[in-house]
């Protein structure tokens, strides 16, 4: 491993990570900022990501041996004290852990979609904008086994730090592609055997009465506006009953629920 | 209604609202902060809770009449210009929306669980320090028609601002009762009836196969550490199978997937 202590918190090879709160926001040419223990393992494990540079508080270094050495050696980690993380960063970095990671080459939906198994979930997520629920939505498909996520090109990004630190790393482990503005959803999950379910508190089946087909994806809208009448019209509809009076889900939450529902079919291991 | 316009920020009849952000967090004597206008609608709807005054942007007065007109007449709407209330709030209050509610009096949990129905669901909450995920459990229980929340002596305050907004007014909506430090929560249910459901990754039971009992709690504790050993040791256990080497499941998200599983028996009407 590439050891590389550092006191000034001018030092260029700090640039990188200045002001991350504002900068991750604009998006950095071909990089995203991963924050915490969790999610630099996750990095470090990947094969679709790779790490560019670490930025770690030093009094962290001998609890964080295994995971420095699980990096590429020739990644350098930066190590510095508390007070210069902070300064660099712009905000107080509580868990001592940033890190540089390079975006790989986008994948379209179709070359996607075309190498899942027979068996497959897909949630596809229209118009999600909170990057809360855009990491909530990405831990839930890791949990439940989902085997991608497919992003309309108004949805946020996933690769945004907050949402990456919600998702606990799934959005790291969990493959996605972005659709193009051409890109027909309900057309591109056809073409490749997914039965398309649509949630909305108006849907016509209860997601207790769903069978599962082989192929299936979820499709979920932004609170409040919902998914395009238009594209309701082309899916299945599914709602999920609530009390009279309160009719209100977090969608992550609502992720949850169905993936959750159509993968007990499936007899996930406990782990 | 009683409308009190008010120009100078340094009024002291806005004394209350003054740096709501660090104030809420340490309390106000027998007071909460309601934010936005989902909220104070459901204030002004509660029968357990009243409001105590407003404190509204002018502008947004033509369009919240109806809202204003379903307060007590005697409670005064503060209306200030956007500057004033975001001046007295400490920072940017973008929906125009705040009031101040009046504590009630505590209901002991024995008392609470005794009132309700002879078929209800419950949640108790175990050691939920977070405001997001205690928000996001009320309005879960609101939206799957739980009869009521327990809170055991660890957990946080649901009333406090960002709890409110979260649960979208499921805590004004939601009957709830704070355990004492005596209290023994399996000794509680048992003594009114409830099977008690406790989340745990290494749960006995499948949460697909469960059976819904007329009276069932579900328990539900931190994210990390979990529930006690001891407490696990004397309930029924329940597991959500996720897929391997990714176990892991935000607590408001497992408390949507439990309450949906165990509601849907109820039949819940579709609003």
Redesign the interface.
Known sequence: MTLVPIDDPSDPRLDPYRAVRERDLVGRAGLFVAEGEVVLRMLAASRRFAAVSALIVDKRRDKLADLLAALDPDVPVYLVPQAVIDTVAGFEIHRGILALGRRPEPVPADALLAGLPARALVVAAVGIANHDNMG?IF??A????AAAVLLDPTSCDPLYRKAIRVS?G?VL?MPFARLAAEDDLPDLLARHGFTAFALS?QGST???DLARPPRAAVILGAEGPGLPAALLARTHTV????????????V???S??VL?RL??AD?????
């Open positions: 909530g831990r839930n890791a949990a439940f086994g606990v799934g482990a508190p209860r997601l207790a709602r999920i009953p609530m009390a009279a009076g309160f009719d209100s889900l977090n992550a939450t609502t949850g629920i959750h993968a007990e007899g996930l291991p406990v782990s």
